[in-house]
């Protein structure tokens, strides 16, 4: 029927005219909150409405509080409104109450006196935080009435900001710096420490031939012109201002020659420098990181802080002047390394004497912040794999304490703390090799160093008797033929094809077979439990180990190639390291430690992830690896010292049909006896080492770390 509006259109209005309602009725509940001056803050409305002098006082020092500094001046007497201009007024309030950082300003009450019924005085209590802690006293202030129908208003001195306080008197904050804390290893060897610097600088009023003598400092620096300049241009600086330009490494050692990424020093440059008139230097204390490339993805580094840390970070003792650590230990143990700042309050006369302290804290030292890092392990692994793309884990497999970690290739932290230049930092940013990815951290594929877990996985499942023999199969196989041309190769036959044997000659076509046997949903189950898809219990945090890209293993031929670490199997190295603890501790994965303890006991994160019988299964084979003359670790074989490991190499493809893909290289290698008297487990992964030798180029790397660490055993 025409016109008639239909049953649901008629809800549909309902509901509109109902929405519109409750916004209307919105928008007039904050009118009203708007327009109710009770909810307004009482500084803005009180002062005009009060007539008590003790109301005033109160609103006075809520303004003090709020910053409302004009306000102040509106309530004061025209007799101190004659002695004090409004602009002095503002100059000297603002600038003491912002200066000492003055917050919860509040007052109570004592007395109040009235002479007569033109003035009053009140007697109160002041207490305030401020930078250097709490401040409370004592004080007095005095109403006058303007004639009868006038108001009280306050008669100004100086001493109501404080008592002491006269008109010539300041208020002096010092700051005591606190001395950030250090960076020490397992030895006690600074890992990022403190050492002295050169700034230079110039005296704008002393230079001479400007322009030129500009040129020519900013070419000895490696900086440009305009750079310079522009430190010259700030608006504090004076004609007799030490304008601090650059800080270098330090220029008082004798016939230095030092590349920096910001400044390359050659002997002479300091003389080249002074002779410049205009020029300073003075010595400046710097961060310093001693081990420069080798430990700078651990450290990482501080830098100033900027205004958004400032806002990130309130009350927690920050200044324009400070530095936070930006990355790495630094980042990580901020809180212990920064200290607190002391300052002191001080009322000062005339004669630059201290009058009052007005309040004071004592500043407190970052402490020392002790690794478990050896310091000599992290550079013999940086200096073996300095031209890879490599990252090392080291770990004691009796306590789980990290002994290393090291990404190459990599940067130098003091660069940061020199200043970056615009060509080093693009040079690392466009480097091919990414200095500035910290490969520890990330999930690789680990190709065959990931098949003594899925062994672990066959024997706890019950699927896997290790000395049954699976068959020798040659070198390429395939389940049946619904897997159409896809084959699985393997570089050595293995024969009799047992677990030890596979393990030893690193059979993939075994180790597809066994996934294949365990199946999908129960190595799913086992790689949970081994801690996968987990977050691992590290100061440092690193990404979480993966089977699979949506989380299930969905097909045979996935899961097979799982069973030798390829498919969809990424792991993060500091993982994998802490999953070959399980095979030395009788089946429990320790929990890896960070922080030095002399009395450090292991913990255990995964409790018995497999049986002590199936660990000894495993652990037996992997020495074999080492040991035997077949094995693929061999080359690290030790006569005096019993070692256990696993090789890997992994393919990455773009697809299964690429040729040209790269490898990586994997070894993991540990002290097999429990009583070594220098207990270690090195994992360690290299990029690109097809046609180098694949993993046994990582071996031979790992070998000679082994030498040097041993060389210096107890």
Same mark, same amino acid.
């Given at each position: 029927?025409?016109? *008639? ?81 409004? !602009? ?13 950082? %003055? !917050? ?56 109501? #900001? ?23 290893? *397992?030895? =006690? ?50 004609? &007799?201002?030490?304008?601090? @330009? ?8 004798? =016939? ?88 002191? #309050? ?33 550079? %013999? ?6 031209? &890879? ?94 897997? =159409?041309?896809?084959? #699985? ?52 945090? @690193? ?7 949506? =989380? ?105 049909? !690429? ?28 990029? !690109?080492?097809?046609? *180098? ?22």
């Amino acid at each position: 029927m025409k016109g *008639r509006i239909s049953k649901r259109n008629r809800k549909t209005i309902l509901v509109v005219i109902l929405i519109m309602a409750l916004l209307t009725f919105a928008l007039l509940a904050i009118c009203k909150l708007l327009q109710d001056k009770s909810l307004v803050p009482d500084f803005i409305t009180d002062a005009a409405k009060a007539d008590k002098p003790e109301d005033l006082l109160q609103i006075y020092m809520s303004y003090a509080g709020a910053g409302h500094f004009d306000k102040m001046y509106e309530m004061l007497a025209d007799e101190s409104k004659e002695h004090i201009s409004y !602009d002095d007024f503002l100059k000297r309030n603002k600038n003491i109450y912002n200066g000492i950082e %003055a !917050d919860n300003i509040s007052i109570q009450i004592a007395n109040v006196r009235k002479n007569n019924s033109y003035s009053a005085v009140i007697s109160y209590k002041t207490v305030m935080d401020s930078i250097a802690g709490k401040i409370a006293f004592q004080n007095t202030a005095v109403f006058t009435k303007n004639g009868q129908s006038g108001g009280y208003k306050l008669v100004w001195k100086d001493n109501l #900001i404080f008592p002491d306080l006269e008109p010539d008197y300041k208020v002096k904050v010092t700051k005591q710096e606190a001395k950030r804390g250090v960076v020490v290893d *397992r030895n =006690g060897k600074e890992l990022a420490g403190w050492t002295t610097a050169s700034s230079v600088g110039i005296i704008p009023g002393k230079l001479e031939e400007g322009n030129k003598s500009i040129q020519k400092f900013a070419k000895l620096l490696g900086m440009s012109k305009k750079a310079v300049i522009k430190k010259l241009s700030q608006k504090w600086v004076k004609n &007799d201002s030490f304008v601090p @330009v650059k800080t270098i490494p330090e220029l008082s050692l004798p =016939g230095l020659v030092l590349e920096s990424g910001s400044v390359s020093m050659k002997a002479g440059l300091k003389e080249k420098l002074l002779k410049i008139p205009g020029v300073m230097i003075t010595d400046v204390k710097v961060r310093n990181y001693p081990l420069g490339k080798a430990a700078s993805h651990l450290t990482g580094y501080v830098q100033g802080v900027t205004a958004e840390d400032l806002q990130n970070h309130p009350g927690e003792g920050y200044s324009a002047s400070s530095i936070i650590g930006r990355s790495g230990i630094e980042a990580l143990y901020e809180s212990e390394l920064k200290g607190q700042d002391g300052y002191k #309050i001080s009322i000062m006369d005339s004669a630059g004497k201290v009058v009052t302290v007005l309040a004071e804290t004592v500043k407190i030292d970052g402490q020392t912040v002790k690794l478990t890092i050896d310091a000599e392990l992290q550079k %013999a692994l940086y200096k073996s794999f300095q031209d &890879d793309k490599s990252c090392s884990v080291a770990i004691n497999p009796c306590t789980g304490e990290v002994l290393a970690l090291t990404s190459t290739p990599s940067f130098d932290s003091n660069d940061f703390i020199y200043g970056m230049s615009e060509k080093l930092w693009t040079s690392l940013n466009k480097d091919k090799k990414k200095p500035l990815y910290n490969r520890f951290r990330q999930k690789l594929c680990p190709g065959s160093a990931f098949k003594p877990v899925i062994a672990a996985a066959g024997l706890e499942t019950g699927v896997l008797n290790p000395e049954e023999d699976f068959g020798n199969e040659g070198l390429s196989w395939q389940k049946d033929k619904s897997w =159409g041309g896809y084959y #699985i190769t393997t570089l050595h036959e293995t024969n009799p094809a047992n677990l030890k044997n596979a393990l030893i000659n690193s059979d993939n076509i075994y180790f597809a077979k066994l996934a294949l046997r365990i199946g999908s949903k129960n190595l799913e189950k086992s790689l949970l439990q081994f801690g996968f898809c987990k977050k691992l219990p590290f100061e440092i945090s @690193v990404s979480e180990s993966q089977f699979s890209n949506n =989380g299930s293993i969905e097909t045979e031929i996935q899961l097979a190639d799982s069973g030798y670490g390829q498919g969809q199997v990424l792991v993060n190295p500091v993982h994998l390291a802490l999953l070959y603890t399980g095979f030395f501790n009788d089946g429990n994965i320790l929990k890896p430690s960070l922080l030095y303890n002399e009395e450090k006991k292991p913990e255990t994160w995964i409790k018995q992830a497999f049986s002590k019988e199936n660990a000894d299964i495993i652990r037996d084979a992997l020495e074999g690896t080492v040991s035997s003359e077949h094995g693929t670790g061999h080359a690290a074989y030790m006569e005096d010292i019993l070692l256990a490991g696993k090789t890997g190499t992994a393919e990455i493809k773009a697809s299964k049909e !690429d040729v040209k893909g790269t490898e990586l290289g994997w070894f993991c290698v540990f002290t097999a006896n429990k009583n070594s008297n220098k207990p270690i487990l090195i994992l360690s992964m290299a990029e !690109d080492v097809k046609g *180098r030798g694949g993993s046994g180029y990582v071996v031979k790397k790992d070998r000679n770390v082994l030498e040097e660490y041993f060389k210096n055993a107890d």
